[in-house]
Nanobody, 127 residues
């Protein structure tokens, strides 16, 4: 069974850093773009960052650009999200996702382009 499993969330103060990890089990995703989305209570799921299958291209939402860094290790079937200078507005459940198409960079900021999701990890930033 294919799975994505996130870890690394927690409760931190504003200005702190966290690194989220997402490990693939029962699958290989070296030819798929990967992404992170987040969802705060009462809000829709929103795009955070994406990385191409070879790691050469990345995309970030304006709200995290310059603070967050997405990366991947295909040999370890793992992707990461380094989050620096965290703000209370970053509080949400963070989900990793695998793009549904191989070698595709279309609409990477749309959740409808992803066919496999992790269970989510909670990030809470206190002021």
């Amino acid at each position: 069974q294919e799975q994505l499993v996130e870890s690394g969330g927690g409760l931190v103060q504003a200005g702190a850093s966290l690194r989220l990890s997402c490990v693939g089990a029962g699958l290989a995703f070296s030819n798929n773009a990967l992404a992170w989305f987040r969802q705060a209570p009462g809000k829709e799921r929103e795009f955070v960052a994406a990385i191409s299958w070879n790691g050469r291209t990345t995309s970030y939402s304006d709200s995290v650009k310059g603070r967050f860094t997405i990366s991947r290790d295909n040999a370890q079937i793992t992707q990461y999200l380094q989050m620096n200078t965290l703000k209370p507005d970053d509080t949400a459940v963070y989900y990793c996702a695998k793009h549904r198409n191989l070698w595709d960079w279309a609409d990477v900021d749309s959740p409808y382009e992803y066919d496999l999701w992790g269970q989510g990890t909670q990030v809470t930033v206190s002021s």
